[in-house]
């Protein structure tokens, strides 16, 4: 037979390139040797992980998820169906770039007289919640609530931001946004000392009023001093701290049940418990959107998302949404996240990458899940029913 060249795309990223695959394998090689050695995986865990915060998620996530009572419920009725539970790590190391020496990223802060602020960058917000980022913590930095504050993304004219890829975009620029924004409240304070006759050095921008403590402004009557032409300013991202930081990078835990159904091969998750930091938190509800959209993503790269290619032609069969299985609302498992805010003191606010890192673990919880249950590994994505029943058969 002979071999026919094709042109066909290899495998390509979607999220944490390469870390789910590798997780994946690592993780399931762990619980094949804990189930050897006859030693629970999750202690396995504490015992050999040499990342402190990880081993706090660890004991954290295992306690909220209950992880001794589920493992002990492990095929209690022994009939059609198996259950079992499965844990493993989320990993990344993205705390941030500053842009270069010659061009470095920043932002630009505007204050109006009419009290409305923007904060301006010109890196995409390719829907992670950039720019409700950029609000918080211009309206943080400024004493103001975040509705007199908008983020401004994606246009030319506005100072340089990082890709929208690799975890880099919010850690990249929460520096400078914090610093335009002191900046330009350096600027609103120096006007409203100069109308109280105060020195600028006993002024304070706090709680949506600007003074002294005996003689304080609104923020819209400090405003007013602006007069037609806005306060502008260019904060800057400077290098992370030279110093080592407190933790260098982002860690997570990840826990999954699943229901197998040995007559026909279908594999059901039904619940997910994960914890991860990304440095200080900036926005919570952002950042749980990110974990459990990245568990979400797992359930689907775990069990449906699957290339089928024509052998002979090269061609994909099933590029198409009829076809490509992804995770419905149907197949979705009971979610739950947890935030771990850690002060890593790596720069003015914390932040470290949060797109990725969670995508990392969700398929080799689920994978170790399976394995728990069948008490035979599944070691191929996605792990569908002919799979499962192979597996089956091997015990």
């Not at 999220?15 to 804990?34: M, S």
């Not at 706090?56 to 909220?64: C, L, N």
């Not at 930081?245 to 860690?251: A, L, S, T, W, Y």
């Not at 689907?300 to 994909?316: F, K, N, P, T, V």
Request: with cysteine; aromatic share 6%.
């Amino acid at each position: 037979m002979g071999i026919v060249t094709t042109q066909v795309n290899e495998v390509w990223a979607m999220r944490a390139p390469g870390y789910p695959q590798g997780w994946f394998g690592a993780e399931l090689f762990l619980d094949e040797l804990c189930a050897k050695a006859g030693i629970d995986p999750l202690e396995f865990r504490l015992q050999n992980d040499s990342d402190e915060i990880r081993r706090d998620q660890w004991r954290f996530a295992g306690e909220k998820f209950g992880w001794q009572a589920a493992r002990a419920r492990r095929n209690e009725d022994s009939g059609r169906y198996l259950t079992g539970v499965g844990c493993a790590s989320a990993r990344w190391g993205q705390l941030g770039r500053h842009g270069g020496r010659r061009s470095r990223y920043g932002i630009t802060c505007r204050i109006r007289s009419d009290g409305s602020v923007e904060a301006r960058s010109g890196a995409q917000d390719i829907g992670t919640g950039l720019k409700t980022a950029i609000a918080m913590l211009a309206a943080e930095e400024l004493g103001i609530p975040i509705a007199h504050v908008r983020g401004v993304t994606g246009h030319t004219s506005d100072p340089l931001g990082p890709g929208s890829g690799g975890s880099t975009t919010t850690p990249s620029l929460a520096p400078a946004v914090r610093h335009a924004a002191f900046l330009a409240r350096q600027k609103l304070i120096e006007l409203v000392a100069e109308h109280l006759g105060v020195p600028a050095g006993d002024v304070t921008c706090t709680g949506g009023t600007v003074g002294t403590s005996s003689a304080r402004l609104s923020w819209a009557d400090a405003c007013k001093l602006i007069g037609a032409a806005p306060i502008e300013v260019h904060g800057e991202r400077f290098p992370n701290y030279r110093d080592r930081p407190f933790h260098g990078g982002v860690c997570g835990a990840q826990f999954a049940e699943v229901k197998v159904d040995t007559w026909t091969g279908e594999i059901r998750c039904t619940r997910m418990f994960g914890v991860q930091d990304c440095g200080l938190v900036i926005a919570k509800k952002l950042a749980e959107s990110q974990v459990l959209g990245a568990m979400i993503q797992g359930v689907s790269y775990a069990l449906h998302e699957q290339r089928i290619m024509d052998q002979r032609s090269g061609r994909m069969l099933n590029g198409d949404f009829l076809r490509y299985k992804i995770t419905g609302t149907r197949d979705l498992p009971e979610l739950e996240c947890h935030m771990h805010s850690i002060a890593n003191g790596h720069n003015n606010t914390g932040a470290a990458g949060l797109g990725e890192p969670p995508a990392t673990a969700a398929a080799a919880a689920i994978a170790n899940a399976v394995f728990h249950a069948l008490g035979a590994p599944v070691r191929h994505l996605p792990m569908t029913p002919e799979k499962v029943l192979a597996a089956l058969a091997s015990r």
